[in-house]
Structures are given as structure tokens and as C-alpha cells.
């Protein structure tokens, strides 16, 4: 049980595994005001940077859990550097059926909700975690604009436009599952491009290590059209954020 080994590759140097930057993140904690000792659920932890940080930064305790080998053994390293390996812990599993043992004052998922079908599936899971009065965080894109045609719908990662929806239609449809959205943060252009353009390296960094590997061929094609294919769709079209919704 893992990801495929391109996703390792394409984000080697990432910390944070979606388009938000280090201070981004630190601003989602410090608007969520969380108490010390809060506890903390993120499925789909990735390389563990939310959990690790928060830990440092607000004293809360939590668990992340990841398909990854590799991201896991990162997370692990992570806290470590941080010194914070006795308030957080990363387990290696499948997210999309992993409910907390005891509630949880925040139960989050970053940017991965196919664990769960989808936001409302994910929603749903992430509130078998959380105590009464908890808050979920859920890190979903939107469109930015509608794309003109199926070619720029598909260049966004999407089989249809119906996969995304613009901004405002997303947060009615956590509010049409009985939650108040009650703080945001959002990606921008910029944040987009360290995201993106960071993977470009990293991949053409594999490729010059790695020239006779059997992913060399699908690495180097992907490398081919990643910069023109992000700046001429995903950076237009694309938008990305993370909310923090309370049950009515």
C-alpha cells in the first residue's frame, strides 16, 4: 500500500503537498486561535508539515495518517527536527476509513478528499472524528474562472467542469450540509507557481540522476509540457484553498 513512486518524484522538496506556502500555513493555524494541547487528526498527512508545525508553534497534540512510505518517513524526520516527536505521530495507512479512537478538537484533510469520494464524503468521515463544537479543515479546489472548453477542463486534472466548483457554489455546498464556514485560507498565483515550479526541478533533477530508470520516459514526458500546460490553464483557471467549517 503506497503511492505510485512519481508522486515521491514530482514533489521531492515539498514540505507542504498542495499550493499553499510556509507562511499560508502558519496563517491557517493562528486564525483557527488553537488552544494548547488541541488535539489534531489529519488524514492524508502527507510529509507531515501541518502537524509538526502547529505542534511547535501552538502546543497541540495529534496524529497524521498517510498511504505514503515515503512522505511517513519524512513526517517522522520532521518532528524529530522539530522536537515535537513526543506531541504528534504519523502512521502509514489508508486515511479514507481511519476515524480517531477519541473525538478530536480538529479533524482535517488537505487537499486529498478522493479519500472519501469527494468534500461531502469527506466531510462526512472527518465528522466521526471530531468532538461536538470541533472544527473539520478541508483543502479543496475551485475554479478561479470557468474553462472555455473540455481541452482547458482536463488540463486542470478534471474529466468535466462539474468536478470543480467556482468559489462561491463550494462554500454553499458545505453550508448546504448543515456547516458554517468560518474561516479560510486561499492559495494564490504565486503560492500556484512555488508549488508548481518547484516540481519541474525536481523532476528534471530525478531525470539527470536517474537517466536508465524505468520511469525515466513517463518523468521526462510529463516534464515536456508541465510548465506550458500550468501557464497556460491550471494558473488561469485553478484555484485552491482550505476551510474551516463548524457544524450548526
Not at 51 to 60: F, P, S
Not at 91 to 116: K, L, Q, R
Not at 168 to 175: A, S, V
Amino acid at each position: 500500500m503506497d503511492l505510485p513512486r512519481i508522486f515521491s518524484i514530482r514533489e521531492s522538496s515539498h514540505r507542504i503537498h498542495n499550493p499553499l506556502t510556509d507562511d499560508q500555513l502558519a496563517t491557517l493555524g493562528r486564525a483557527l486561535h488553537l488552544a494548547p494541547e488541541s488535539r489534531v487528526l489529519d488524514l492524508a498527512s502527507g510529509s507531515g508539515e501541518l502537524l509538526c508545525t502547529w505542534a511547535r508553534d501552538h502546543r497541540i497534540t495529534g496524529t497524521g495518517v498517510d498511504i505514503s512510505t515515503v512522505f511517513t518517513e519524512r513526517a517522522r524526520a520532521r518532528a524529530a527536527e522539530l522536537g515535537v516527536s513526543d506531541r504528534v505521530g504519523f502512521v502509514h495507512g489508508d486515511a479514507g476509513g481511519h476515524v480517531s479512537d477519541e473525538p478530536v478538537d480538529v479533524a482535517a484533510c488537505i487537499g486529498a478528499t478522493w479519500i472519501a469520494g469527494g468534500p461531502s464524503g469527506t466531510v462526512e468521515l472527518l465528522a466521526r472524528s471530531v468532538r461536538p463544537g470541533g472544527l473539520l479543515l478541508i483543502g479543496e479546489p475551485y475554479w478561479r474562472r470557468l474553462p472555455p472548453d473540455q481541452e482547458s477542463v482536463e488540463a486542470c486534472h478534471a474529466a468535466d467542469r462539474s468536478d470543480f466548483l467556482l468559489l462561491p457554489e463550494l462554500i454553499e455546498q458545505f453550508t448546504g450540509l448543515s456547516y458554517d464556514v468560518v474561516e479560510m485560507v486561499l492559495a494564490d498565483q504565486a503560492s500556484w507557481d512555488r508549488y508548481r515550479a518547484a516540481q519541474w526541478l525536481n523532476l528534471r533533477r530525478w531525470l539527470d540522476r536517474n537517466p536508465a530508470d524505468e520511469l525515466a520516459a513517463e518523468v521526462r514526458a510529463e516534464l515536456d509540457g508541465a510548465a506550458a500546460n500550468y501557464t497556460r490553464y491550471e494558473r488561469e483557471y485553478l484555484g485552491w484553498g482550505v476551510f474551516a467549517l463548524m457544524r450548526r
